[in-house]
């Protein structure tokens, strides 16, 4: 190591207190700036995984972004329906390899119900084309049968063989809603845990599946989103009435020939029977960074600025603590120290607090996110995928890291510049 | 006896301060040959320190001529002032004259940093801490100081610390800004006697500068400004 | 107390504002077109719809004999996939197939539905060197000086993915 780096070192050591805030300033606006681009990354990862299966999926005509918000991450509500006739038709199509129908709206303990067919077992895939699989039990095979999420069994500690009600609408809203949703559970028909699906990362753990026909039977006795005054049907008698589906949120479509896509999703979008959407998932997905991508800037920028002030406090405490040296930077001049040396001294020491503040950010980057990723999987059922568990910067973050140090660099000139004036002013006889 | 080259030698030397109405060094002459212990008395606001300065190759001259061992400082771009200042001279301010974190010895080590020359000079180039700690032993500063942070010694000792580090590496002129004033009088005496002494044995002229004219019997000849 | 919502309990809310600009599919859209593009193993199909405003400037039968040249014009160029299309040099891909159905165009029975009347086109590429296929560039913003985008879907082998197509980014990557 060079004399002056070592002085430079010595320096810094001596005024460890103020340089060391300053760092931790440094440190935590270049944490922001990396965890927003990393957030992002992971989210993109951790959504692409939850439809990696699928080909198209069909709903209502509403926006492409709610129809997949709401049919694979159970986020809005689904308002519109299509009709169970449209669904059959579509899982005849020729070109249609299976369908997984979408049923939403129930909820039990604000983790959402989804009723589907036995096809939702099958056919289903996240990730890197992995299939749903059982930890413990059985597909649901009748009424009143249901099988958890692997978050939703933990969560709520559920056994197989035990006994829940399901809650009808939306999760509770507040204090005078909550005492409405407790009024409206389901509390007639319990339903049984016959199976409990192992993890996948996706919102699949924080889901409940039953069946279709179990949730026609759930809502036999209910109108407009209330139970019927006067009229109760017991579970035994439920079995009596034609339970057969009428219509679904979502059909889910995996083809047989994946460049089919764009025929069937056309014979979706000038279907005869009724107006229905069929949306590319990936594509959709595009179109949604698409949307956010403003959010996403506004976050950026803001962090930016984050660092911007953390470089002005660094420039601020090592012009600050200037005056005090002035007198240890004529003493290195009388001793032979060149003006350029003065401010290379200056320089060496912005870098170190710079280089050691990105470091530091990395890392405790690296340590927040460790523990944030268990987190947001059990919140959110996504398993924010890509860089986010990683120690090391990923390659697409270097050129910020990179940035920050170059701006780093450059903030660390202005006292540099100062003290270097300062120097060839003052000479050997600071006028302090 | 054959009067030794001259050291230090002014013609009609002018210095103004930038923005200043009047000249701060008026005309100065004066000539100091190499070897000699010269006293150089004036009273506050004279234009010590400025010409001090000048010597030092800090402040260039308004007009007039100053050779420092035949070497006009004028010609030498600052840079080159910096390496000729840390190759042939030492210099010691009234106070605060370390660099508090370092250590005592890296303190007297500087002047080998930024100068080959006073490297070179030194009994054996290779380890000039050989040197530093003879130095800091003629001095009168204990080993038991040497590793110590320089912030740490007394205002006495950190004294002696500079004027070893003013020593090291033999430089030609010591100049000496008032190095005693922060000292009461039994150390400034012993003080002087030791520096005197010290630039006596290493053939270094030592320009001293002070307001104080009863120091002046120290030194070979007294010059006024 | 539960007083405030969480932030998730926003999301609908949020879902919805960002929801209210996309177009509902099929939309018929002047000034704009819809591109897909599938790749599977050698093969490149491309379907394009345009509206028939951004190839001639009308969306009705021709009435005399300059709009009867734009429409022929039009056919014409559409009718040139290898020219509209131009896949990685490198890949290696040749047109095999195109088809083009072009409304009021002489020889095609036109049922125009409704007031507006669209243009689709269908082209297949073979490529002899799929693997180093990067991208696909296209001249339509050149020869169709009304076209100001269009909007992508493609499937292939890495997944789905969406984007626009503009006059200042006129080629399709992955």
């Known amino acids: 190591m060079s004399f002056l780096a070592r002085l430079a070192l010595a320096s810094a050591l001596n005024r460890r207190w103020t340089l060391g805030l300053t760092l931790a300033a440094v440190a935590l606006s270049v944490a922001l700036l990396l965890g927003v681009e990393r957030l992002r990354e992971g989210a993109r990862t951790g959504f692409v995984q939850s439809v990696s299966g699928t080909d198209l999926i069909v709903g209502p005509r509403t926006g492409g972004v709610q129809l997949l918000l709401y049919s694979v991450f159970r986020i809005g509500n689904a308002t519109n329906n299509i009709s169970w006739v449209s669904a059959q038709v579509l899982g005849q199509h020729p070109a249609v390899a299976w369908t997984i129908p979408v049923s939403l709206g129930d909820t039990h303990r604000s983790f959402p119900v989804l009723g589907t067919t036995e096809a939702y077992f099958t056919h289903f895939r996240h990730g890197d084309q992995r299939a749903l699989s059982l930890a413990q039990g059985r597909p649901f095979a009748g009424l009143f049968e249901v099988v958890l999420g692997s978050e939703v069994a933990r969560a709520l500690g559920y056994q197989l063989g035990q006994g829940i009600t399901l809650s009808h609408g939306a999760s509770e809203l507040s204090l005078a809603a909550e005492a409405l949703t407790q009024a409206a559970e389901h509390g007639d028909k319990p339903f049984t845990v016959v199976g409990i699906l192992a993890p996948t990362g996706t919102p699949v753990d924080r889901t409940l599946h039953v069946t279709l026909e179990s949730m026609s039977a759930l809502h036999l006795d209910w109108q407009g989103g209330a139970p019927l005054p006067g009229l109760k049907i017991p579970a035994e008698f439920v079995r009596k009435f034609d339970l057969a589906p009428k219509d679904v949120n979502a059909v889910l479509v995996g083809l047989k020939n994946r460049s089919d896509v764009f025929r069937m999703q056309r014979f979706v979008n000038e279907f005869r029977g009724e107006p229905l959407l069929g949306i590319l998932p990936g594509v959709t997905l595009d179109e949604l960074w698409g949307l956010l991508a403003v959010a996403e800037r506004a976050l950026k920028a803001i962090s930016a600025l984050v660092v911007a002030v953390g470089l002005a406090g660094l420039v601020a405490v090592v012009l600050a603590g200037l005056n005090e040296r002035r007198r240890e930077l004529a003493i290195l001049r009388s001793v032979g120290a060149r003006p350029g040396d003065i401010f290379a001294l200056l320089m060496v020491e912005g870098v170190l607090v710079i280089g050691l503040g990105v470091v530091l950010g990395v890392v405790l980057l690296a340590a927040v996110f460790t523990a944030v990723t268990p987190w947001a999987q059990t919140q959110f059922g996504l398993a924010l995928g890509g860089t986010m568990g990683g120690t090391l910067p990923a390659a697409a973050e270097w050129p910020l890291i990179a940035a920050v140090f170059a701006a780093g660099t450059l903030a660390s000139a202005v006292p540099a510049w100062r003290a270097y004036r300062l120097s060839l002013a003052d000479g050997l006889t600071p006028r302090v | 006896m054959r009067a030794a080259p001259a050291c230090i030698s002014a013609q009609s030397l002018r210095y103004r301060w930038p923005g200043q109405a009047a000249d701060c060094l008026n005309c100065v002459q004066m000539e100091i040959r190499a070897g000699e212990r010269v006293f150089l008395h004036g009273a506050s606001g004279a234009g010590k320190s400025t010409l001090l300065g000048l010597v030092a190759g800090v402040l260039v001259p308004s007009a007039g001529e100053l050779l420092v061992m035949g070497q006009s400082l004028a010609a030498l771009s600052g840079p080159q002032r910096d390496v000729f200042r840390a190759d042939h001279m030492g210099i010691l301010f009234q106070q605060f004259n370390l660099i508090p974190y370092l250590p005592v010895l890296d303190n007297v080590l500087l002047p080998c940093r930024f100068s080959r020359r006073r490297l070179s000079r030194c009994t054996q180039p290779a380890d000039p801490v050989q040197d530093a700690r003879r130095l800091l032993d003629h001095l009168e500063i204990g080993v038991e100081l040497h590793g110590r942070a320089a912030s740490q010694l007394s205002v006495g000792q950190q004294q002696r610390v500079a004027a070893a580090r003013a020593l090291i590496g033999r430089p030609e002129l010591v100049i000496a800004d008032e190095p005693t004033s922060a000292l009461d009088a039994a150390r400034q005496s012993a003080f002087l006697d030791l520096l005197a002494r010290e630039c006596g044995e290493s053939g270094a002229t030592l320009l001293f500068v002070s307001h104080d004219l009863r120091l002046q019997a120290h030194f070979d000849r007294v010059v006024s400004l | ?174």
Request: glycine share 8%; net charge positive; charged share 25%.
């Open chain 3, 1 to 174: 107390m539960r007083t405030l919502t969480s932030p998730v309990k926003l999301v609908p809310w949020l879902v919805a504002m960002l929801s209210a600009p996309v177009l509902a599919a099929g939309a018929h859209d002047h000034g704009g077109g819809r591109l897909d593009v599938s790749i599977e193993k050698e093969r490149i199909t491309i379907e394009l719809e345009l509206p028939l405003d951004v190839l001639v400037g009308f969306e009705r039968a021709p009435r005399n004999d300059k709009e009867r040249a734009a429409l022929a014009a039009a056919g014409k160029k559409l009718n040139d996939g290898a020219a509209l299309f131009l896949p990685t040099a490198a890949a290696e891909c040749r047109l095999t197939k195109t088809e083009v159905s072009l409304p009021f165009a002489e020889g095609t029975k036109t049922a125009a539905t409704g007031e507006h009347a669209d243009a689709d086109a269908r082209y297949e590429f073979e490529c002899a060197q799929a693997r180093n296929l990067a991208g696909i560039e296209t001249t339509l913003f050149r020869d169709f000086s009304r076209l100001y985008r269009l909007e992508l879907q493609r499937v292939g082998p890495v997944g789905q993915a969406g984007g626009r197509l503009t006059r200042k980014a006129p080629v399709v990557r992955w």
